[in-house]
């Protein structure tokens, strides 16, 4: 027999901030954002995320296994821009990207329609919600690596809200 428990649990389901990358954004670069971001947030692992959108992907120090439901965190790019990803095997992309000069974005012109990369955040399976603090830190690496952003951030009530999980147990 199957029974259903609903749980009420807080995730984070909202736009990000834009960016606007200063010159050409490449696979090297988005390794160096990620290894940037390592070496702040020591207790997490970021790679460049294996999604057709492209995006950042970070978990606490646990192995990513994909497809698989355990808590993760997510900045995917996109929405109205053409942004180049490409096929990503999770275990190697660190070592494969590393001095690609493979372009993902191309550089921001003012005034010129779809020329910003929106972002979109996501925590997922328990993970905790996105907070402002780590998106300013996040900030702070884009324009390290040449990548301004829009002012804004998401309100807080926009990084954590409510939803209902369905917990499956099997007797």
């Given at each position: 027999m199957v029974e259903q428990e609903i749980m009420n649990i807080d995730i984070t389901y909202c736009s990000g901030f834009d960016l606007k990358p200063n010159?050409?954004?490449?696979?090297?670069?988005m390794v160096n954002i990620c290894n940037d971001l390592n070496e702040i947030f020591t207790d997490s692992l970021?790679?460049?995320?294996?999604?057709?959108?492209?995006?950042?992907?970070?978990?606490?120090?646990?192995?990513?296994?994909?497809?698989?439901?355990?808590p993760y965190k997510s900045m995917r790019f996109g929405g109205g821009r053409d942004t180049?990803?490409?096929?990503?095997?999770?275990?190697?992309?660190?070592?494969?990207?590393?001095?690609?000069?493979?372009?993902?974005?191309?550089?921001?012109?003012?005034?010129?329609?779809?020329?910003k990369v929106s972002t979109f955040l996501k925590a997922f399976y328990g993970a905790k919600p996105w907070t402002?603090?780590?998106?300013i830190i996040f900030k702070r690496v884009f324009l390290k690596n040449n990548i301004e952003t829009t002012v804004r951030l998401p309100a807080k009530k926009n990084l954590s809200q409510k939803n209902d999980v369905y917990k499956k147990f099997i007797y």
């Open positions: 010159n050409t954004i490449t696979k090297n670069d970021f790679i460049p995320e294996p999604i057709t959108e492209g995006g950042i992907l970070f978990y606490k120090n646990t192995p990513y296994i994909e497809g698989a439901k355990q180049q990803w490409y096929i990503i095997n999770s275990d190697d992309v660190m070592q494969t990207w590393k001095d690609s000069q493979d372009t993902i974005f191309t550089p921001y012109i003012r005034n010129k329609r779809n020329s402002q603090e780590e998106l």
